[in-house]
């Protein structure tokens, strides 16, 4: 349509210029103008069809573009809402492709695991961990598809005892495995603790079943060997053995003593007293008693400072001086013995640790239990003795051993603050 309108422009001004007058050279020039100003009216109506189709389609791309960053604002708080779920979940998450790279690894994990996110994320699984590391080949399960079924490890590196499960993601953008950790160290303690508080309380109740039946026959012979005694009063040697049998009956009537007051419970009077004080009152005690090794060093850590704790002061020393005598004995020649106190938030830690001879492992799950010993002599009632006192004061007691270079008994008891 322009090509025609500016054909018949330059016609009529070549028309306009090969005229003969100025009439006619005038007419051809009004017809063009004519024209000229029909094309303009067209243009400005072209334009302003144009214009509005401008601004409709304007507007609806600012409509779409309003939708759309509503959408990424809706997807970034689904994001955002996601991200916080998984940095703050309770569980360890680390998710890694088929390519072995680790693309999340939350702060949970970071915590139980004890490794960096930065040092960790977008990194090669294997360049941080061995293949088994969570008791399962992550090659092959990669490899196959497969993902290992609920498991519990242990991580001797960390002291910790981990339940790991895992699931594989088949989705085209997002393949790989996601491994969840949990740490259940503190549930198997606690599990611990309360199968051998049940153990204690059966050992009791049979304890003191079996020293009530034997303490009413053993007064009896007790009494008879008395009576023997004094009748053999002629005969030396026979009265020597009645004296034997005496002897032996007073050692029973202690031992059904000591399993019948550890059967009772504890009659505990609590008042707040210094651990730190106390602490000093059994060394003035371990210093002065002979029957301690003085080749056994006693070195000791307390704080200026008092550690007031509500306790009943004659027991918790009993406790505390049981396990002292546990460790002089754990030193048979020479050694040192390490006495610490801390302070943590609200609770005193008491570390007792000696360089002795050690606890097999198979012995640790035992110690507190009534009547275990690997001493010669020795009821096996002192340590037990020890956690019950500990626990009746709602604290705790652990040890850690290793053969042939120790033991670590760590008290812990609620601080009274001042």
Not at 13 to 27: G, H, T
Request: glycine content about 4%; charged content about 25%; hydrophobic content about 40%.
């Amino acid at each position: 349509m322009e090509k025609q309108i500016l054909s018949q422009l330059q016609e009529v001004a070549n028309r306009a210029l090969k005229a003969e007058n100025i009439e006619e050279s005038m007419k051809h020039l009004a017809h063009a103008f004519s024209l000229f100003s029909k094309e303009t009216v067209l243009i400005k109506k072209a334009y302003s069809d144009l214009k509005e189709q401008f601004e409709n389609v304007n507007q609806d791309l600012k409509l779409a573009n309003e939708k759309l960053l509503k959408k990424i604002n809706e997807r970034n708080l689904v994001a955002s809402y996601l991200n916080n779920i998984l940095k703050n979940i309770c569980q360890g998450i680390i998710f890694i492709d088929t390519d072995g790279i680790i693309t999340t690894f939350n702060k949970e994990a970071e915590k139980i695991l004890q490794k960096k996110e930065e040092d960790i994320i977008f990194k090669n699984f294997w360049n941080n961990f061995k293949d088994d590391y969570f008791g399962f080949s992550i090659k092959e399960s990669l490899k196959l598809g497969i993902c290992q079924k609920r498991t519990t490890i242990s991580l001797i590196s960390l002291n910790k005892q981990l339940e790991i499960s895992s699931s594989f993601i088949y989705e085209n953008f997002n393949k790989g495995m996601i491994i969840m950790i949990k740490d259940i160290t503190k549930i198997k303690k606690l599990e611990l603790i309360a199968n051998r508080n049940d153990r204690m309380n059966e050992l009791g109740k049979m304890a003191a079943i079996v020293a009530h039946e034997i303490k009413n026959p053993l007064g009896g012979i007790r009494g008879y060997a008395s009576l023997l005694y004094r009748n053999l009063e002629n005969s030396k040697h026979l009265q020597s053995m009645a004296k034997y049998i005496i002897d032996g009956t007073k050692s029973l009537e202690r031992l059904l003593n000591n399993v019948l007051h550890f059967s009772r419970p504890l009659d505990i009077n609590t008042k707040p007293y210094d651990i730190c004080l106390l602490i000093k009152e059994i060394a003035g005690l371990i210093k002065v008693d002979h029957s301690f090794s003085k080749n056994v060093i006693l070195e000791y850590h307390i704080p200026t400072k008092s550690i007031l704790s509500s306790i009943d002061k004659e027991l918790i020393k009993s406790a505390i001086f049981n396990i002292i005598v546990n460790a002089f004995q754990a030193i048979e020649n020479s050694g040192k013995i390490t006495i610490s106190i801390f302070k943590n938030n609200n609770i005193c830690m008491i570390n007792i640790s000696d360089n002795g001879k050690g606890i097999k492992s198979d012995d640790l799950e035992n110690i507190f239990s009534p009547f275990f010993t690997t001493k010669k002599e020795g009821n096996g009632l002192g340590l037990s003795e020890a956690y019950k006192i500990i626990q009746s004061h709602f604290g705790n007691i652990e040890v850690r051993s290793e053969i042939n270079k120790g033991s670590t008994f760590l008290i812990t008891l609620p601080i009274k603050e001042r």
